[in-house]
Structures are given as structure tokens and as C-alpha cells.
T-cell receptor, first 113, second 115 residues
Framework: DQQVKQNSPSLSVQEGRISILNCDYT??????FLWYKKYPAEGPTFLISISSIKDKNEDGRFTVFLNKSAKHLSLHIVPSQPGDSAVYFC????????????FGAGTTVTVRA | DAGVIQSPRHEVTEMGQEVTLRCKPI?????LFWYRQTMMRGLELLIY????????DSGMPEDRFSAKMPNASFSTLKIQPSEPRDSAVYFC?????????????FGQGTRLTVV
């Protein structure tokens, strides 16, 4: 039973526009959330994270928003660039209990020139 | 640091054969994770270790799968006997306890094909 869900398997966006990726979770014990980016034939790499004590975290073109009451988070990429084309995984942990990460199935983003 | 190192990068084996995947975590990291990536389920956690001790193996699909961590710098994931449905990319990751950020660092993965 997946506790982290990414319901959109793919997203296509034009270069320069905003990409919005969504993620929902079911486990109320999750208190730390991360986004990973994965290129083909490579391992996932950490992109950005947010603690449950915050509702927004920004790092350059990447912003993550957290809505705890809705158990929902989103990743915004502005502006989208061709190099952003990759698979994006949402992950969560209940870091107060352990450090394992539960991942969503991923969203493949394609940025069109 | 070279990061998390996995070997082999690619493995093709026949059904029924034993397969061993290897992982060297980042030095100083306390946690080691084995994940499996499939198209249908994305990244699934198979098992993880803390200070070389298995903590949670509930993700291991069957008794055919086993994992060991004999020391802080080495772990193996073994499948015996292998089956075609085991074909996937297997990732090893490590992280360090005590940091606010529970970020895990991933290796490049082993692509396993069982024919």
C-alpha cells in the first residue's frame, strides 16, 4: 500500500513556463518531505526538501509547498528549462521515528523547447 | 567522496540463477537502504540497515531475497533463485543520522534482467 502517491505519471511543459508537480500522502506521521530528480541511467539525486513545521521552501527556481491539513505537497519549477526534463520523485519520512524514505511512483517531466 | 558505489551496473542472468548485487555506502553514513524501481510501482524500499543491523525488511518481496551488511562499508542483496519478474533497477542509498535533513544519497543502480 503506497503511502506516497503521485497521480500524474507525466507532465509536458513549454520552456520558460511553470511546471507544477503534485504529491499526496496518507501517513500522518510523516514530518519531512523531499523531492528527488532522476535522469535516465542515473540514481535519484536530492533536489529540495521541507519540514512539516513549514509550508513553503524555496531554492532558486524550485519551490515546494506543503499543505498538512490536505496531506498534499507540490513542487513548482519556474521557469522550466530543457535540463529539467527528468523523472521527479516525491518522498516522505517520519524522521522522529526512523529515517527511511517512502517514495511515490514518480512524474516524468518533459520540457519542450 | 566517490558517493555510493554499486556493482555491477548491469546484470543479465537466466531464470533460476543466483544474483548478488553489491553496494559500498558513503563513508560515515549510518543508514543503508536497498530500493527497487519498476515502472508500475516506482521506487520501493526493500530493506534498510542502521549501523549494519537490519531494521526493516518488510519490503523484501519473498524469501528468495536476502540482504546482508557484514561491515559499515559493504552490503549485498541476493536473489536466489531469480525469476523474470525480478527484472528491475535496484538502487542502494545511504544517509547519515543526526542531521536535520534526512536526505539519502543514491548509487547509480544495477539494472537486472532475468531471462
Amino acid at each position: 500500500d503506497q503511502q506516497v502517491k503521485q497521480n500524474s505519471p507525466s507532465l509536458s511543459v513549454q520552456e520558460g513556463r511553470i511546471s507544477i508537480l503534485n504529491c499526496d500522502y496518507t501517513n500522518s506521521m510523516f514530518d519531512y518531505f523531499l523531492w528527488y530528480k532522476k535522469y535516465p541511467a542515473e540514481g535519484p539525486t536530492f533536489l529540495i526538501s521541507i519540514s512539516s513545521i513549514k509550508d513553503k521552501n524555496e531554492d532558486g527556481r524550485f519551490t515546494v509547498f506543503l499543505n498538512k491539513s490536505a496531506k498534499h505537497l507540490s513542487l513548482h519549477i519556474v521557469p522550466s528549462q530543457p535540463g529539467d526534463s527528468a523523472v521527479y520523485f516525491c518522498a516522505a519520512s517520519a524522521s522522529s521515528n526512523d529515517y527511511k524514505l517512502s517514495f511515490g511512483a514518480g512524474t516524468t517531466v518533459t520540457v519542450r523547447a | 567522496d566517490a558517493g555510493v558505489i554499486q556493482s555491477p551496473r548491469h546484470e543479465v542472468t537466466e531464470m533460476g540463477q543466483e544474483v548478488t548485487l553489491r553496494c559500498k555506502p558513503i563513508s560515515g553514513h549510518d543508514y543503508l537502504f536497498w530500493y527497487r524501481q519498476t515502472m508500475m510501482r516506482g521506487l520501493e524500499l526493500l530493506i534498510y540497515f542502521n549501523n549494519n543491523v537490519p531494521i526493516d525488511d518488510s519490503g523484501m518481496p519473498e524469501d528468495r531475497f536476502s540482504a546482508k551488511m557484514p561491515n559499515a562499508s559493504f552490503s549485498t542483496l541476493k536473489i536466489q533463485p531469480s525469476e523474470p519478474r525480478d527484472s528491475a533497477v535496484y538502487f542502494c542509498a545511504s544517509s547519515k543520522i543526526g542531521t536535520v535533513n534526512t536526505e539519502a544519497f543514491f548509487g547509480q543502480g544495477t539494472r537486472l534482467t532475468v531471462v
